[in-house]
């Protein structure tokens, strides 16, 4: 199964970007790569995803290198609902096809005024 | 849109007591999966379910038993409340296997054993 790194913690100032980084230098081809974040108390929520081209949506984009080991979650106006753990995440097929989310740690960011 | 939901928000169990934490969806979404999330942890898989009548073991099955008779609705019960089931339970839903699909969330359920 491929693994994710991420920083522990971020801060970011409010109203600029902020960029979370995520290696996954074990992917496979056929892996796409999830960001979810979690805001506190609150259960996880989905952001985006991209298997190898660089995805936006409303809430943010996505970068994803070239040779898919490390990608970049990209909040372009960060707001202070904006404070979470944002969870990068490589959907995993189990034996049987059916998949299952791995949850590292995240990383925890911080908006600040 | 009420997406999933969760009930009940939260309990507090004594040891060796039984309950069923309830999960229901109205996305008419195939999958359905229980996640426990331990204080400063990500989330741990339970069990999951391919659709009515399918159920499977994922990363921490013990303790816990499901069922899957409805497409909207997968209980987790807990038969023995030991002191280490503390935890936030949450429950999810996703609309197919393919890797493209997100799953989606309920706002959990807080459980303490004592």
């Known amino acids: 199964d491929a693994k994710t790194t991420q920083p522990t913690s971020m801060d970011c100032a409010e109203g600029r970007a902020a960029n979370l980084p995520c290696n996954h230098s074990t992917i496979s081809g056929n892996e796409y790569v999830y960001w979810y974040r979690q805001i506190h108390s609150q259960g996880p929520q989905y952001i985006i995803h991209?298997?190898?081209n660089n995805e936006t949506n409303e809430m943010a984009s996505l970068i994803i290198t070239e040779d898919r080991k490390s990608s970049t979650l990209i909040l372009p106006h960060a707001t202070l609902r904006d404070t979470a753990v944002y969870y990068c995440?490589?959907?995993?097929?189990?034996?049987?096809?059916?998949?299952?989310?791995?949850f590292g740690t995240g990383t925890r960011l911080t908006i600040i005024p | 849109n009420a997406g999933v939901t969760q009930t009940p928000k939260f309990r507090i169990l004594k040891i060796g007591q039984s309950m069923t934490l309830q999960c229901t969806q109205d996305m008419n979404h195939n999958y359905m999966y229980w996640y426990r999330q331990d204080p400063g942890m990500g989330l741990k898989l339970i069990y999951y379910s391919v659709g009515a009548g399918i159920t499977d073991k994922g990363e921490v099955p013990n303790g816990y038993n499901v069922s899957r008779s409805t497409t909207e609705d997968f209980p987790l019960r807990l038969e023995l409340a030991a002191p280490s089931q503390t935890s936030v339970y949450f429950c999810?839903?996703?609309?197919?296997?393919?890797?493209?699909?997100?799953?989606?969330f309920g706002d959990g359920t807080r459980l303490s054993i004592l």
């Open positions: 999810a839903s996703s609309y197919a296997q393919i890797s493209n699909q997100p799953q989606h």
């Open positions: 991209g298997l190898k």
């Open positions: 995440i490589v959907r995993v097929l189990s034996n049987f096809g059916n998949e299952k989310l791995t």
